[in-house]
Nanobody, 123 residues
Framework: VQLQASGGGLVQTGGSLRLSCTASGRTFGAMAWFRQAPGKEREFVAAIRRRTSVTYADSVKGRFTISGDNGRGTAELQMNSLKQEKTAVYYC????????????????????WGKGTLVTVSS
């Protein structure tokens, strides 16, 4: 299973960007976005389970919105008010299981990963 992430690019601090993730024909129990800044650990950003159950990292609450249809293998991440310190590669992930909400933030929950899309935030 290959997840295809797209939508990354260069954006100014305070700007917006929308990322998309697709795994055509695949059904997931949950999908998520993680990011990894240079020299940093991969960190959780947002996850969606069964279309309506969502959770966010505290650092992006109120600025990012995740949406999508796990049953069709799609997930989008609308990012607003981007901050310069969060230039990173954004990774899409999916799981065929039905994880509990508390486990959605853990990378180990997801068995499928995309190659990532780079988001560069400039001042």
């Amino acid at each position: 299973v290959q997840l295809q992430a797209s939508g990354g690019g260069l954006v100014q601090t305070g700007g917006s960007l929308r990322l998309s993730c697709t795994a055509s024909g695949r059904t997931f129990g949950a999908m998520a976005w993680f990011r990894q800044a240079p020299g940093k650990e991969r960190e959780f950003v947002a996850a969606i389970r069964r279309r309506t159950s969502v959770t966010y990292a505290d650092s992006v609450k109120g600025r990012f919105t995740i949406s999508g249809d796990n049953g069709r293998g799609t997930a989008e991440l609308q990012m607003n008010s981007l901050k310069q310190e969060k230039t990173a590669v954004y990774y899409c992930a999916g799981t065929s299981t039905s994880p509990i909400l508390s486990s959605l933030r853990q990378p180990a929950t997801y068995e499928y990963w995309g190659k990532g899309t780079l988001v560069t935030v400039s001042s």
